[in-house]
């Protein structure tokens, strides 16, 4: 077995890469990922240009306890942040709903974190397969076993299994006890039952509307896409769909009294046009000036203003930017991110049942929850 680290780090994403930077240098540290390389899902994060975070922070922008995420973000929130990467060389801008990029992408990130590591640290292509012991913990992986005095899963969830997603870290946890919030894709595709098949025709056409589930709302781009519906609100609204109808308004901010004229309604209504014909289609309703519609079509028209069915389901894991649900925060203390049921034990990231809306809300969560987690560690290491 060999050397026992001070702290074994399982995962090299961004929560695992923020803690390796802000641990203190004098301690041992092994920070191990199955990729050959740190910081693959922040190198394809927003397209590439990399979303790091929301000047809007607000624990409503997360499917999480408020409670648990709400002492995280008042010792590590988004001045902190910017601040820190921005000392550090990643020069970053402001863009529509307080989203905030690297003006030089995903790249200039990753480039901070690889100068953060220090030499002989980064166990690369290495993957975790079982975690047994109580600190020492015997980390065995595929090539060979490791033994640390803490460890810290930082090992996300199972979205893009082609970028190291794997369940590692729900195992681990409930191996030491922890309860595990049923898991699910979120910020991801929904699919459509064969009754809306229709709107599969409509791929490619991305349209302005206003979608709600349950008492949330989003006013955002639709898209709509060969295995469904896609775009920033679809995926928003992944976070919080599990079953049962949504409702859209394919008409936000227009009051169908107010329109009027003598234009058909496929040049009238404020939406694409094919998409407008495929709607009138499906509610039976013919393409005339509204002046010459039946009181029927005009009831059967209002259903543009709240447009509701049951989604099939969602595109998957393969196409989801994140896992909701995880461990349990009940039995992790907020203030140090290390497990109530086993001592040395810490749980950081989106491995938590901890899940943001799109707009740098699961950057932010990966890197406070990683600062929270170095504080206590470097003050309890020795
Ligand atoms: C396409 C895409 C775009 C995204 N864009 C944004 C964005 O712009 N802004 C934003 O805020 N969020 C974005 N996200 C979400 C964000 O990337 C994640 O929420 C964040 O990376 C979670 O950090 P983490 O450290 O918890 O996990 P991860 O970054 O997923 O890191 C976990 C690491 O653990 C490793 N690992 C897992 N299992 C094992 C094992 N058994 N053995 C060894 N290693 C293992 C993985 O290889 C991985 O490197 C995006 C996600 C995707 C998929």
């Not at 010792?75 to 307080?98: F, K, S």
């Not at 005009?298 to 509701?308: D, P």
């Amino acid at each position: 077995m060999g050397t026992e680290y001070d702290v074994a780090i399982l995962g090299a994403g961004a929560s695992g890469l923020m803690l390796t930077a802000r641990l203190e240098k004098r301690y041992s540290v092994l920070l191990i990922d199955s990729n050959r390389s740190p910081g693959a899902k922040i190198a394809v994060s927003g397209g590439g240009r990399c979303n790091l975070c929301n000047l809007e922070l607000s624990t409503d922008r997360y499917r999480a306890d408020p409670d648990f995420i709400r002492p995280v973000f008042d010792r590590y929130d988004q001045q902190w942040l910017l601040e820190w990467v921005g000392q550090r060389g990643v020069a970053w801008h402001p863009e529509a709903q307080g989203k905030i990029f690297c003006d030089r992408g995903a790249r200039s990130l990753n480039r901070l974190f690889a100068q953060a590591i220090p030499p002989g640290v980064f166990i690369a292509g290495e993957r975790i397969v079982k975690v047994e012991g109580k600190g020492p913990f015997q980390i065995t992986g595929q090539k060979r076993s490791y033994s640390a005095r803490t460890l810290v899963v930082a090992s996300g969830g199972r979205s893009f299994p082609k970028l190291g997603a794997s369940g590692i870290g729900y195992e681990i946890a409930k191996s030491y006890g922890h309860r595990i919030e049923t898991t699910a894709p979120a910020l991801v595709g929904l699919t459509l039952q064969p009754d809306e098949f229709f709107m599969k025709e409509l791929a490619g056409i991305s349209t302005e509307v206003e979608l709600k589930v349950g008492k949330r709302q989003w006013r955002d781009r639709l898209l709509f896409a060969h295995r469904g519906l896609s775009g920033p609100a679809v995926l928003n609204a992944s976070l919080w769909w599990e079953a049962g109808e949504i409702a859209i308004d394919f008409l936000p901010g227009i009051s169908l009294e107010k329109l009027q004229g003598s234009r058909q309604l496929t040049t009238l209504l404020p939406l694409p046009k094919r998409a407008a014909r495929a709607f009138l289609e499906r509610l039976g309703i013919p393409d005339r000036p509204v002046d010459r519609l039946s009181d029927l079509h005009r009831r059967r028209l209002r259903r543009l203003k709240a447009y509701r069915f049951a989604p099939a389901g969602t595109f998957g894991y393969g196409k989801a930017e994140v896992t909701r649900g995880g461990v349990s925060t009940r039995e992790i203390d907020p203030y140090t991110m290390q497990s109530r049921r086993q001592a040395g034990l810490y749980f950081i990231g989106e491995v938590l049942d901890v899940t943001g809306e799109l707009g740098g809300y699961n950057f932010q969560w990966a890197f406070s929850s990683a600062a929270v987690a170095a504080d206590a560690l470097n003050g309890t290491l020795g």
